[in-house]
């Protein structure tokens, strides 16, 4: 089929329809359920951008030759990685970054898993086999995935092995000659409004006989019987696009998966009860590294519009010539700056794995995923002091087409723009840095790979330090002995 348009995406939402759940009431139609349907359309209008732009966003398949999405190349060369960089910043411009679980997250994801089969197959030659097959499988039919990591939230002080309930996390229930049965939960699915799920393990299973049957990877249709995604309340409130500017658009969706006895089949399996090679998959294979790259991306989009953002405010009210307005912007020019420098650096020091996909350099990699979750929040604070009292006394589109229309197009005005200009601008701060959807995004960037201090606990232990505590040992010798 090669790679769909926005109503084919539509289409096989209606089509294949999933149990999803919000607010106490199974969801008919995602395509038309209201404070869902707009991220729905979202989605199809990135799947559009695709044909809008195909020598960015498409690549002829390797296997068809149909046209089909960048996203699951699997690049071999620095040109190759390169251009999957620009897809994913052509795609995540278009959102400002608001849409973080687009597709190409997974996909990058899912293209790592094939490059590195053989590392699956280690385990199991069909596992290796299985994420070949699949890669080939959502190319070729431009799927949408969602993808769920971690275990409920409940005693957090033991392993999922521990809990009161063996089944309240997502276990291994019934092995069957065809597949298996899993039971219990997983968190957090964002973007349910997808067409299959990857269901992948975190790398914090204990090597212990009692976390392997919590210990699988594999990927099923959102539509497979047992499987529920119980959605939290959607931020999108069924306002207008003026009133609720990103929300009313960008609205993805979290949702906690419930595996009500599914069945999984081995062909859809691509790791099984082997907690180490659970452990190891993400790195071994680059797929952390894929998808970190993916993320930059959308950073570099989501600070270019912050920065587009406060500047125009600041034009729009006349505050550039205070100095702490430079300040505060200049702050958020060395965040793009800063973005951008490391993903460079990851493609242009980018080399082949161990399986020959090019791979970016994971040291500036990693050191973006670390830096933006404390950058992010405070870019927004920037927003809400440059804003201020702006920032809640906007009206309504109703009020501005209300009985006061004459009276809030002379009182609201700024110093370079007439009331109808302003009003627009700073319901877009509003909902970028106070509103409900502004305010999940903050908490999705600060957690965006996990908790921060456990992060940096691995940055600790896996990036050597040898080379510069040599140098400083060098220079104290040199001194005890001049």
Not at 443 to 460: C, H, I, K, N, W
């Amino acid at each position: 089929m090669g790679a769909r348009r926005g109503e084919e995406v539509l289409r096989r939402f209606r089509e294949q329809p999933i149990e999803l759940w919000h607010r106490g009431e199974r969801v008919k139609d995602i395509t038309s359920e209201p404070g869902i349907a707009n991220g729905a359309r979202s989605l199809a209008a990135l799947y559009d951008l695709q044909w809008e732009q195909p020598d960015t966003m498409l690549f002829d398949s390797p296997s068809s030759g149909d046209k089909v999405g960048r996203s699951y190349q699997i690049p071999r060369t620095h040109e190759e990685l390169t251009g999957i960089g620009e897809m994913m910043l052509t795609w995540h411009r278009s959102t400002f970054g608001m849409m973080g679980r687009a597709p190409d997250y997974l996909n990058r994801a899912m293209a790592a898993y094939a490059g590195g089969a053989d590392f699956l197959a280690s385990a199991d030659a069909r596992f290796g086999e299985n994420a070949i097959r699949y890669l080939e499988y959502i190319r070729e039919n431009d799927l949408c995935l969602t993808h769920t990591l971690i275990h409920p939230q409940a005693n957090r002080s033991v392993a999922v092995s521990q809990q009161a309930d063996e089944f309240l996390g997502a276990r291994i229930k019934e092995e069957r000659d065809d597949g298996f049965i899993v039971k219990g939960a997983r968190m957090l699915a964002t973007l349910p409004i997808s067409d299959e799920i990857m269901v992948f393990p975190s790398t914090l299973l204990r090597s212990v006989a009692e976390d392997a049957p919590y210990a699988f990877g594999f990927a099923i249709p959102n539509s497979t019987p047992g499987l529920k995604f119980q959605a939290r309340e959607t931020v999108d409130y069924g306002r207008s696009q003026y009133d609720h500017p990103l929300g009313a658009r960008y609205e993805e969706l979290d949702a906690v998966v419930i595996f009500d006895d599914v069945f999984v089949p081995w062909e859809r399996v691509f790791l099984y009860q082997d907690v180490d090679v659970c452990n190891q998959a993400y790195a071994t294979t680059g797929a952390v590294i894929h998808m970190a790259h993916q993320v930059i991306c959308k950073n570099i989009a989501k600070t270019e519009y912050l920065l587009g953002l406060v500047s125009m405010i600041i034009d729009s009210i006349g505050i550039e010539p205070f100095q702490h307005i430079h300040e505060k912007v200049t702050e958020i020019w060395i965040n793009l700056e800063t973005m951008k420098a490391f993903r460079r650096a990851a493609e242009v020091d980018a080399a082949p794995n161990d399986y020959g996909v090019m791979t970016p350099a994971w040291a500036p990699i990693d050191a973006a995923r670390n830096l933006y979750p404390r950058l992010y929040p405070r870019m927004i604070e920037i927003v809400q002091q440059i804003g201020a009292s702006g920032l809640v006394a906007m009206p309504t589109e109703a009020d501005v087409n209300g009985p006061l229309a004459e009276d809030i197009q002379h009182y609201y005005q700024s110093a370079r723009q007439t009331a109808l200009e302003r009003i627009p601008l700073f319901r877009l701060a509003w909902d970028t840095a106070i509103s409900a959807f502004g305010t999940r995004q903050v908490l999705y960037e600060r957690f965006f790979f996990g908790d921060p201090v456990r992060m940096a606990g691995a940055v600790f232990r896996s990036h050597d330090r040898t080379e510069h505590m040599d140098r400083v040992r060098e220079f104290l010798k040199e001194q005890t002995t001049w």
